[in-house]
């Protein structure tokens, strides 16, 4: 089962990012184009699907961050998506060092 680690998304109206943080904690954007729900249970969205770009977080996304020897082992993707603090608060190692991986080498 997934597990999500954060709910959001950016309302491309607006440019805001909303969060939900708990379940039913439904949060609109201040322009009313989109909404997000469900916090860490469940992901919910609303609105015109063109108007928003999805930023959530699962541990699926999460998972590319593997520690190996005290580095973390990503794909550039996952590192533009989360950010290297992210990663490394994630991981619980705030001083690794982000090593980027080719998916299909990391996946064996």
Not at 2 to 21: F, G, M, P, Y
Not at 33 to 38: E, M, T
Not at 79 to 98: K, M, S, V
Request: net charge negative.
């Amino acid at each position: 089962m997934t597990k999500i680690i954060r709910n959001s998304a950016i309302c491309l109206s607006c440019a805001t990012e909303i969060v939900s943080l708990h379940r039913h904690d439904f949060q609109w954007c201040p322009c009313g184009s989109i909404f997000v729900d469900g916090g860490t249970d469940y992901l919910k969205r609303g609105g015109d699907p063109a108007l928003f770009d999805d930023t959530s977080i699962t541990d699926e996304d999460a998972e590319a961050g593997v520690i190996e020897r005290g580095r973390i082992l990503t794909t550039q993707a996952v590192l533009d998506q989360l950010g290297p603090q992210f990663l490394r608060e994630l991981n619980g190692t705030p001083d690794a060092e982000i090593v980027i991986t080719d998916k299909k080498e990391h996946d064996r």
